[in-house]
């Protein structure tokens, strides 16, 4: 009977074609699209733009030494006058400005520090692209200068860096791999987990009730625990098929970055790559937990929507009751971000709906543990099962069955 009701609600569900697209099909393209557009997109336009002849604007052309002049110009930069550098950012004529008030060379030769100022668009990315080949042709012409006056002095250039500092990345592989952002893949798979599951709780509760076809199930000869659990497993089936499909976008895009575009990306495509988690690549005992996870995770969502639903009128009211639980999983996402500042302990491993996106992020990131998994997995199963259990009794009140 159980498995009767069940099969009733998703064949009610898969009658609805944009419900299947929506749940199905678009987390299974997004994701790859998402993991593989933005690092190329972005590692494209950064390429291009470094390999680009760039017309910056110069305030006092004849005040820059021409040594300096070739150095800016060796940054595929083409230098042109302008009479006022804030208008011609402003403008859009340039993107970026040099302005040099003073003659440069005699300044230098007089032992005196001199001022380059650079005129642009703080928070534009073009802008600030354009003036970082000013900044770096400003690097080298300034360690030449403290070269010639070192060696002037008689003095070794090494004696500016008297301390050497190398760094030692000491995080794994799946850490590595996984990206600055990687807190976004546990986000994504829990909304997608109640996304899939929404439509079928609706429609199961509150557009039955709209229909007044559900009065006439419950009057059949059928255990109102059958229904409930009948329900349940119907909307489990969607909210873990769409969590399903967001794991293997980002499976199948990990894969096709790391195998195919990220070695044919430049130096700064593959940083983009690195911190959008472009090259994620997980091992099957990882897969395995977080498919677990996620089923969990989508029987707490179901059995959390087949409650809240029951209690609207029709289905439109249902979806406003719905709608604000969407920051249950952004809130907890916001923090997971936050997680190795905070330095939280294993009591946050029971904290409902973040334990499940930490431990997720864990197994991302290739460091959770056999105890913490535990304390998720028995927490949630008994979340889950509290919640069922207020779904069914109220399903036996007469007075939110029949609210109109």
Do not use: C
């Not at 099909?25 to 390999?51: K, S, W």
């Not at 993107?95 to 040099?100: A, E, L, Q, S, T």
């Not at 650079?118 to 070269?147: D, F, I, P, R």
């Not at 970055?257 to 700064?268: A, D, H, N, T, Y």
Request: without cysteine; negative net charge.
């Amino acid at each position: 009977m159980i498995w009767r009701v069940a099969k009733k609600e998703i064949v009610s569900t898969l009658r609805d074609t944009r419900a299947i697209v929506s749940n199905l099909v678009i987390p299974l393209v997004l994701m790859p699209v998402m993991m593989l557009g933005m690092p190329l997109l972005l590692g494209g336009l950064f390429e291009r733009q470094a390999t680009t002849v760039t017309p910056i604007g110069v305030v006092g052309l004849e005040n820059l030494p021409a040594d300096f002049v070739s150095i800016i110009e060796a940054q595929n930069v083409e230098l042109v006058p302008v009479s006022d550098g804030v208008q011609a950012v402003q403008e859009g004529e340039v993107d970026v400005v040099v302005r040099v008030d003073e003659p440069l060379a005699d300044a230098l030769a007089a032992g005196e520090p001199s001022l380059v100022t650079l005129v642009t668009k703080v928070g534009n990315m073009k802008s600030e692209l354009n003036a970082s080949k000013v900044q770096q042709a400003v690097a080298v012409y300034q360690q030449q200068v403290v070269a010639q006056r070192l060696a002037a002095a008689g003095l070794d250039p090494s004696v500016l860096q008297p301390l050497q500092v190398e760094t030692v990345d000491a995080s794994s592989v799946a850490e590595r791999s996984s990206g600055q952002l990687s807190w976004l893949i546990p986000f994504f798979i829990a909304i997608w987990t109640l996304t899939g599951g929404q439509m079928t709780a609706i429609d199961a509760t509150a557009g039955e009730k709209e229909r007044g076809t559900l009065e006439v199930l419950l009057v059949a000869p059928v255990r109102r625990s059958e229904v409930v659990i009948g329900k349940f497993l119907a909307t489990v089936t969607f909210g873990l098929s769409a969590a399903l499909m967001a794991i293997v976008g980002f499976l199948l895009g990990g894969t096709l970055m790391s195998g195919i575009f990220l070695p044919r990306l430049g130096e700064q495509g593959s940083e983009i790559a690195s911190i959008m988690g472009g090259g994620l690549s997980i091992d099957l005992p990882s897969v395995v937990v977080l498919v677990v996870s996620a089923l969990l995770l989508s029987a707490l969502v179901s059995a959390l929507l087949l409650t809240v639903a029951l209690f609207a009128r029709s289905f439109k009211e249902a979806q406003s009751y719905i709608a604000p639980l969407s920051f249950l999983f952004i809130l907890p996402a916001v923090g997971l971000q936050f997680k190795d500042l905070i330095g939280l302990g294993n009591e946050a491993y029971l904290i409902p709906v973040f334990n499940v996106l930490m431990l997720m992020d864990d197994v991302v990131r290739g460091n959770y543990d056999p105890s913490q998994l535990a304390l998720v997995w028995g927490s949630m199963l008994a979340l889950i099962v509290v919640l069922l259990g207020f779904a069914h009794r109220s399903f036996q009140r007469e007075e939110v069955i029949f609210r109109s």
